[in-house]
């Protein structure tokens, strides 16, 4: 079993910058390919991005290509997404997720991932 705990959510006005971290304990964290989704009001959890075990492979979703960076440290067993140039539409509540059953793929749907954490607000004012 996977604990995920997310921080370093808040608000920031548009241009601005967070960084978004995960902190993972228990089971084998570094052998799991780990995602990043969000969810808005009223609209469903979507997915924002994702790594590979090793941090060899990443993949975004079109609406942050450019703008997110998704990181990985196993030895501390963290995950970071850096979020630069916000826009008031990235305002959501982010997850981070971990898919126990990849290691190399990375999942795009919700139900791909296995372990999720609590999530932290995220809210960029125009």
């Known amino acids: 079993q996977v604990q995920l705990v997310e921080s370093g959510g808040g608000l920031v006005q548009a241009g601005g910058s967070l960084r978004l971290s995960c902190a993972a304990s228990?089971?084998?964290?570094?052998?799991?390919?780990m995602g990043w989704f969000r969810q808005a009001p009223g609209k469903e959890r979507e997915f924002v991005g994702g790594?590979?075990?090793?941090?060899?492979?990443?993949r975004y979703a079109d609406s942050v290509k450019g703008r997110f960076t998704i990181s990985r440290v196993n030895a501390q067993n963290m995950v970071y997404l850096q979020m630069n140039t916000l826009r008031p539409e990235d305002t959501a509540v982010y997850y981070c997720?971990?898919?126990?059953?990849?290691?190399?793929?990375?999942?795009?749907?919700?139900?791909?991932?296995?372990?999720w954490g609590q999530g932290t607000q995220v809210t960029v004012s125009a």
């Open positions: 228990g089971g084998t964290f570094r052998n799991y390919a």
């Open positions: 790594i590979s075990w090793n941090g060899g492979s990443t």
């Open positions: 997720a971990a898919d126990r059953y990849a290691a190399q793929s990375i999942g795009v749907r919700p139900g791909s991932y296995d372990y």
